[in-house]
């Protein structure tokens, strides 16, 4: 299987400037890649919450299904994507659909083309809305990149789809190295000179227990 390693780190106590910081001075010579940049997501999962429950398991092989735009505006969903990210072990791969523009008002349409897309295994529904922002970097060698999340709000969307505002803010920041399976064999020097422990990190399942409570 093709597909790129994602190596999370969930930071605490550390303010992002440090952490962004820090980075600046690793010996594989990380520069900014990107601007800076809001990430929005809407995740979907099943009535019995299957793709939840499989990332809490730790199953080998599992999907998950999100909408995902960027911007400042949550209302309006401008670009979206439609993501399935495919988990084989520690390899993850990634397809993605373009949407048409839309709005969170659309949420009834949105989860109908979701379903048609998704080729999931039971229908699918909104589970949780997400934003954070984002920082882009990459290696000198352009073998790894690396993203650090910060600000990272939730609002559960199980109980209504109509959008009030976020309800939690998660503490922290999440540090993630992305590079190909074809350049594992590096990866032990880059992850190394990281002065954090690697960690099981997902916002999927963070936000849904801490809105939720499942």
Do not use: C
Not at 146 to 162: E, W
Not at 178 to 199: F, I
């Amino acid at each position: 299987m093709e597909g790129r390693f994602e190596r999370k780190y969930k930071i605490n106590g550390i303010e992002p400037q440090t952490v962004q910081a820090n980075l600046m001075l690793h010996p594989a010579g990380f520069r900014v890649l990107y601007p800076d940049r809001r990430v929005n997501n809407i995740y979907f999962d099943t009535v019995d919450m299957a793709t939840f429950r499989q990332n809490v398991d730790g199953v080998n092989q599992r999907k998950k299904f999100r909408l995902r735009w960027y911007g400042e505006q949550i209302n309006t969903i401008e670009k979206p994507q439609f993501e399935i990210k495919i988990k084989h072990n520690e390899l993850g791969t990634k397809e993605v659909t373009p949407f048409e523009d839309t709005g969170l008002e659309e949420m009834k349409i949105l989860t109908k083309r979701v379903n048609e897309k998704s080729g999931s295994f039971a229908p699918l529904f909104p589970v949780l809305l997400n934003s954070y922002l984002r920082s882009y970097y990459i290696s000198a060698d352009g073998r790894f990149r690396v993203t650090i999340d910060r600000v990272l709000r939730y609002y559960s969307l199980l109980a209504t789809s109509r959008f009030l505002g976020f309800t939690i803010e998660e503490q922290g920041v999440i540090l993630e190295i992305k590079y190909d399976k074809d350049n594992e064999q590096y990866a032990d020097l880059v992850m190394q000179n990281m002065p954090y422990r690697n960690t099981k990190s997902s916002k999927y399942v963070n936000g849904v227990v801490l809105t939720s409570g499942v």
